[in-house]
């Protein structure tokens, strides 16, 4: 099993940055992935990037690239998200999410951190 846990959320003003952390707790040898998503009010659930855990390859949508970028340290088994240049839009609840078998779907979640971005 694996649990994980965010920190690092708050609030942050438009063009500021905010770097999201998640503590991988249990059998985190095992993973393959380790990602972000996060979910504004009343919108969908988005991707917003990811790292395969072993060789440290990343993937992130075009909405973020350049912006955003995954990160994960093994020694510590933890993952972070740098989020620069943040905007009003950024705002939302975010998640750390992992798995262990590269499946289409995620099958670890934290509880999320909110991320506010206003001024």
């Known amino acids: 099993q694996v649990q994980l846990v965010e920190s690092g959320g708050g609030l942050v003003q438009p063009g500021g940055s905010l770097r999201l952390s998640c503590v991988v707790s249990g059998r985190a040898s095992d993973l393959c992935r380790l990602a972000w998503f996060r979910q504004a009010q009343g919108k969908a659930r988005e991707f917003v990037g990811g790292i395969y855990w072993n060789d440290g390859k990343t993937y992130s949508p075009d909405s973020v690239k350049g912006r955003f970028t995954v990160s994960r340290d093994t020694t510590r088994n933890t993952g972070a998200l740098q989020m620069n240049r943040m905007k009003p839009e950024d705002t939302a609840v975010y998640y750390c999410?992992?798995?262990?078998?590269?499946?289409?779907?995620?099958?670890?979640w934290g509880q999320g951190t909110q991320v506010t971005v206003s001024s």
């Open positions: 999410v992992a798995d262990r078998g590269c499946a289409s779907t995620y099958e670890y």
